[in-house]
């Protein structure tokens, strides 16, 4: 279908054929080269978008605009480093069991507070990316989850978080939570919502952005990618050692079609956006004929489903509880961070 403009349309939304650098920019968005299931800090400015990705920061500019106009982008969410709340990260994954509807399963996994994100796939597998304070929660959570999808299996792996040693205040709290609700605008916004001065506000976003102590990521609507097959390949190792090997060899062959890499201990998923169903298929026959490799699972991504916000409610909870923790202001990194 096509607009009087000539421009191809769905659903009211301009079509867009994502293209290499397209994919880069949403990698960007998502990771800038940290392996973990999020960015630490917020987005990068278009001009240093632009030095890593070899374009102009007009071009970047253009090509962000356009996705949010076809619905690709919506924003992003941020998040606390689950190692400053002191929990641990998990990723799941697990076949609804056909005696169950998908959509009832996926509406039980939603009430979950500690789950992050949820991938729905166009099969029966879901993948989920949840926290955790022990090994007893995490059992709990693992038993909550066969129950809900019908199953007594599934895939789990650990996932590593970067460390952060930074004492919350209660400014910085406040600053985080506020960042989880509204996203980040603007920094006279963001000062106006702290009551502090943009100086104050500016410097302190810089001193949690240096310590690792916020996380960000895309809110992305795979169901607006037309003219791309979004898949995520999940692939399982015999060792370690074998895991590092073959996961060179995967990235140089996934490099160009990659948005995010949700590095796990015993298991890594690549969310990727590829040309057509056929490359898919071959891409994950190519990746089990790798030495090392023991499984791969290839899906078909119809959403994702963004629940940081049900998170970051379950996380105020809980330092509601706790006791008051120290003042950032003594932390090594404050003086770095007042130089950015």
Excluded at 121 to 137: C, K, N, P, T, Y
Aim: net charge positive; aromatic share 8%; charged share 20%.
């Amino acid at each position: 279908m096509t607009s009087l403009s000539g421009k191809a349309v769905f659903n009211n939304l301009p079509y867009i054929k994502l293209d290499k650098l397209d994919i880069t920019i949403l990698r960007e968005l998502s990771q800038a080269q940290a392996m973990l299931p999020a960015r630490i800090g917020l987005k990068s400015s278009y001009r240093e978008m632009a030095r890593k990705v070899g374009a102009s920061a007009g071009t970047i500019r253009n090509r962000v605009e356009k996705m949010y106009s076809a619905g690709i982008l919506s924003g992003s969410s941020v998040f606390v480093n689950p190692t400053i709340a002191r929990m641990k990260g998990g990723a799941y994954a697990l076949d609804v069991s056909p005696t169950i509807p998908k959509t009832q399963a996926l509406a039980r996994l939603k009430t979950l507070e500690k789950i992050l994100f949820i991938h729905n796939f166009r099969g029966s597998m879901v993948g989920i990316s949840f926290l955790f304070e022990d090994d007893q929660a995490l059992k709990e959570l693992e038993y909550q989850f066969h129950a809900m999808c019908g199953t007594d299996r599934g895939m789990f792996s650990y996932i590593e978080y970067p460390p952060c040693s930074l004492s919350f205040a209660e400014r910085d709290w406040k600053l985080v939570f506020l960042l989880s609700e509204e996203g980040f605008l603007s920094y006279s916004q963001l000062a106006r919502g702290l009551k502090v001065s943009v100086r104050t506000g500016v410097r302190q976003l810089s001193i949690l952005r240096s310590a690792g102590a916020i996380l960000s990521v895309p809110t992305l609507d795979y169901r607006a990618i037309r003219g791309g097959v979004a898949e995520d390949v999940i692939v399982a190792f015999t060792g370690p050692e074998a895991k590092e090997a073959a996961e060179k060899k995967i990235l140089s062959l996934v490099q160009d079609y990659l948005i995010l890499a949700g590095i796990g201990r015993e298991y890594v998923v690549y969310n990727l956006i590829l040309p057509s169903v056929a490359i898919a298929t071959e891409l994950a026959s190519t990746i089990s004929g790798i030495e090392g490799v023991t499984t791969v699972r290839a899906e078909l991504v119809d959403e994702h489903i963004d629940l940081t916000r049900n998170l970051m409610g379950y996380v105020k909870n809980k330092m509601m509880l706790s006791k008051p923790v120290s003042s950032t202001r003594h932390h090594p990194n404050v003086a770095m961070a007042q130089k950015v």
